[in-house]
């Protein structure tokens, strides 16, 4: 297993896209690239941390590949955004890649330089070594598949 780290947005949809794919074994959301310790939502959501909205997750590399998350993270957000996502504002909703290692890492230079050639604005991602991760409160994590199961009880 592999962990990989990105930065979307809002980190509920992120997580709720990345689940879903085979071979992603596990997801949680949290917030990473700050200085505060032991960052709350509501810190975050400051701005005063430096901490972003980010989905970690474990992969099995043998049933999908980093690329395939990576081109995954260029389609489910607009890189180009600085600082925002639609109409999330702020630096906790910035653009990121989290990497584990120097393969990852030389994997996401070559696909942010790939994914620039789609783009006439620059692309705003930032790809940095993975800090540590501090997970999000539980009632994020897998928040919209907690609020679909919730309106389907009686």
């Known amino acids: 297993m592999e962990k990989a ?4 947005g809002c980190f509920w949809q ?4 990345f689940r879903r ?3 992603v074994s596990a997801t949680r959301v949290g917030y990473q690239g700050g200085e505060a310790p032991n960052p709350t939502y509501g810190d975050v959501c400051s701005g005063a941390t430096g901490h972003t909205e980010t989905l970690e997750i474990d992969f099995d590399p043998e049933q999908v590949s980093y690329e395939q998350l990576l081109e995954l993270f260029w389609q489910v957000h607009d890189p180009t ?9 702020g630096t906790q909703y910035r653009s990121a890649i989290f990497f584990h290692s120097a393969e990852q890492e030389a994997a996401a230079q070559a696909s942010k330089a790939a994914v620039q050639s789609r783009f006439s604005k620059d692309v705003m991602t930032e ?14 994590q897998r928040y919209i598949e907690k609020r679909q199961a919730a309106s389907y009880s009686y």
């Open 14 to 17: 992120v997580e709720e896209t």
């Open 127 to 140: 790809i940095v070594a993975a800090p540590e991760f501090f997970s999000a409160e539980d009632y994020h």
């Open 5 to 8: 780290g990105f930065a979307a």
């Open 81 to 89: 955004q600085l600082n925002r996502q639609g109409p999330d504002v």
């Open 21 to 23: 794919v085979p071979g």
